[in-house]
């Protein structure tokens, strides 16, 4: 089978895919990932065929323009889709669409996309949830299209909401910014409108049970296996420490983005400079410089990877996202995160639910607050129960090899059904 992956170039939401892509190719089936150049490093480093279309989007300069007028909109909508009722859904999906999707699958990369799809005429079209993309190129192939979610599906959920809202509006204001999008998108290459576009024929979903999110088609659990890109082990982490180790992490896209830090990593130092601990923290140089002074009982590195560092921690506090999130998870390590946007807030407000770490909002953070959630990652007994809970329901999902038959049974059938 072929099998025609696709990711925006956000370091961060490729790395979600790898682990499918290596079990589908280590089966035998012939896997190709494209995506804009920016990203063809990072394809090739992971040992995979790189297909680099179009021209690198501009997201992020745009974020870095607009600064807070933006981001203080993002922060403002509400990802479930459940909050704000049918205007504040229309609002959401006009400036994401405007100032995000249509951004980071820009008019070359789709059209080139479209181009190669049709030429090597693909079995399967992966992409991650917001490389929609993968979704026009699946339509304009005619071939079964999938999403491969690397967190909760909120944006699904939203996705129906919305479209429950307007299908109860007159026709004259039945207006979808996303749609219209993508129908224009679709109309250059001789295409109508099909919501699989943007929801693909099945998904195959990343968050364990308890906190995956119903879906009304089909879906297909996997377990969540980090990867981190080229990775080494270094010296220092050969050893056991001597005191415990928390991480402090805000992630790789906060250095390629202009998104603000909602966690100061000084305010921090200074919160926990006193304590019988090993900070481990992962700051490039521009985050160094903004700090100043390193305490004593801190250890900054430019990167390390997660998954080797997590089973020497006693806890993490982070920034939310869905890779740290998972990967802390999956070592049943308690979490303190400090989330502000995007769907980081879930995660971590399902997190606390599930007693497996502590949810800190932005507005209650303090130096006191920092260092009181510290020490009770240290301390807690229950959330380390919780912790190693949550890590047993991600263990408990089918490994991204165990699930290769189910989805290529599911291509087939998706693709037999496009055919008659």
Known sequence: MRVLMTS???????????PLAWAL???????????????????????????????????HEIVRDLGEELTGFYRDIDFTGQRGGPRARKAANSLL??????????????????????????DLVIWEPFSFAGGVAARACDTAGARLLWGPDLFGLSRESLRADTAALPPESRDDALEEWLSWTLARHGLDYDERVVTGH????????????????????????????????PEWLRETPSRPRICLTLGITA????????????ELFDAVADLDVEI???????????????????????????????PTC????????????????????????????????????????????????????????????????????????GARSLRDRMLAEPSPGEIVETVVAAAARHGAQLTH
């Open 25 to 59: 190719r280590a089966a035998g089936h012939e896997v190709r990932f494209a995506s804009q150049p920016a990203l063809t490093k990072a394809i090739t480093h992971a040992g995979l065929t790189a297909v680099p279309v179009g021209t690198d989007h501009t997201h």
């Open 8 to 18: 925006l170039a956000v370091e961060a939401h490729f790395n979600g895919t790898v």
């Open 314 to 385: 006693a806890g993490i506090v982070h920034h939310g996202g869905a890779g740290t999130w998972s990967t802390a998870a999956v070592y049943g390590v308690p979490q303190l995160v400090v989330a502000g946007m995007w769907d980081n807030v879930f995660r971590a407000q399902r997190l606390s639910e599930l007693g497996a770490g502590r949810y800190l909002p932005p507005h209650e953070l303090t130096g006191s607050r920092l260092r009181e959630g510290v020490i009770g990652l240290l301390d807690d007994p229950d959330l380390r129960t």
């Open 280 to 310: 481990v923290a992962t700051l490039d140089a521009a985050q160094i410089a903004e700090v100043g002074r390193i305490p004593d009982n801190t250890r900054a590195v430019d990167f390390v990877p997660l998954h080797a560092l997590m």
């Open 255 to 266: 250095r390629d983005m202009a998104y603000p830090n909602l966690l100061s990593p000084a």
């Open 202 to 233: 099945f998904s195959i979903d990343q968050m364990p049970e308890g906190v995956r999110l119903p879906s009304r088609s089909e879906s297909i659990p996997m377990r969540y296996v980090p990867y981190n890109g080229v990775s080494e082990v």
């Open 97 to 122: 669409t405007a100032t995000f999707y249509a951004q980071a699958n820009n008019d070359s990369m789709v059209d080139d996309l479209v181009a190669y799809a049709r030429w090597w005429q693909p």
